[in-house]
C-alpha cells in the first residue's frame, strides 16, 4: 500500500510541470496566485518535495482543476445504478431499491397478451400498489377487482391475492412491499 501511495504522489510533479506549461504560467505568477514559494513550487514540479493537502489544494484552485486531476487518481466510474429486471410469469419486475431490509420497491410491466386465469397466493408481509398505465386486475380474497391508472391498493399479504391483466392490453404499475408487514404511511389525505 505504501508503495502504490509513493508512486502516486511520484507522479504529481510532473503532472504539475506539465500543467504549469500547458496553461503558459511562469513558476513567479503561480507563486503569487498561490502563495507558495517559487522554491517549494519548484521542488514540488521536480519531486524533491512531497506533495501534501496545504500544497496541492491551492494549485487546484489556481488551475481550476478538481484535486482528483492533480494527483492522478483513478476514475470512480459509472455512479449510474443499473437495475437488473427479473421476468417472473411473463413480467418484467424492475427492483427500485436497492438496499436489503425494511420496504422494497418495484416496477412491474405486464405486456400485452393472454388473460390468465387467477391463481392466489399468500406469504409474509404487506403490499402497496399503483397502476400507472393500463387495467390490473386484482383478485384478494373474496373481491375480484379492476384498478385503473392512477389507482392504488394495499392489501395484507396473508391474504389470498392475486393480480394481472384486466383486458389484454399492457400493464404498468409500481409496488411498495414490506416482509415483517411494514405498512406505509400517508401522512396527508384529502378532505
Known sequence: MEEQIDDVL?????RLRALRRATGITLTALAETTGISVSTLSRLESGQ????????????????????????APATGDPRVHLRPLQVRGMTIIPLTKKPGGIQAYKHILPAGRLEEPNPQVHE????????????????????LV??????AEFDTR???????????PVEFLSLFGTQGERMHVRAKPA
Open 10 to 14: 511520484a507522479a504529481v510533479g510532473p
Open 147 to 152: 384498478l385503473n391508472a392512477g389507482e392504488a
Open 125 to 144: 408481509g404487506y403490499e402497496w400498489l399503483y397502476v400507472l398505465n393500463g387495467k390490473l386486475r386484482m383478485v384478494l380474497g373474496g373481491q375480484d
Open 159 to 169: 391474504v389470498p391475492h392475486w393480480f394481472g391483466r384486466a383486458d389484454g392490453n
Open 49 to 72: 518535495r512531497r506533495p501534501n493537502l496545504e500544497l496541492l489544494l491551492p494549485l487546484a484552485k489556481a488551475y481550476q482543476v478538481p484535486l482528483d486531476e492533480l494527483v492522478g
